[in-house]
Nanobody, 117 residues
Framework: QVQLVESGGGLVQPGGSLRLSCQASGGTRTGYVKSWYRQAPGKERELVASYTPNKINYADSAKGRFSISENNAGNTVYLEMNALKSEDTAVYYC????????????WGQGTQVTVSS
């Protein structure tokens, strides 16, 4: 069982930057696709970025502005967000999904990001 705790959200002005962190405890540190999702009010949750050691994917809205990475221990995943826009305002969630059976997925509780002047 993996527990995920996000942090680093807050209020930032348009054009500003934030770095989100997702701390994992329990379970192993490898064998997961590690991702960031976000959900804006009235909208469905959407994928922002996903990470494995061999492949990184970004949503079109995140390309060129956001960067996903993990620490050497594999227990913390980061989302560096630059040039933030008002439309980036959302609750950001971390997700670990197993890459092998039983393909369980684990979610954090979310961290609020508000981009406003």
């Amino acid at each position: 069982q993996v527990q995920l705790v996000e942090s680093g959200g807050g209020l930032v002005q348009p054009g500003g930057s934030l770095r989100l962190s997702c701390q994992a405890s329990g379970g192993t540190r490898t064998g997961y696709v590690k991702s960031w999702y976000r959900q804006a009010p009235g909208k469905e949750r959407e994928l922002v970025a996903s990470y494995t050691p061999n492949k990184i994917n970004y949503a079109d809205s995140a390309k060129g502005r956001f960067s996903i990475s993990e620490n050497n221990a594999g227990n913390t995943v980061y989302l560096e967000m630059n040039a933030l826009k008002s439309e980036d305002t959302a609750v950001y969630y971390c997700k670990f999904k197993m890459t092998a059976f039983p393909y369980d997925a684990y979610w954090g509780q979310g961290t609020q990001v508000t981009v406003s002047s």
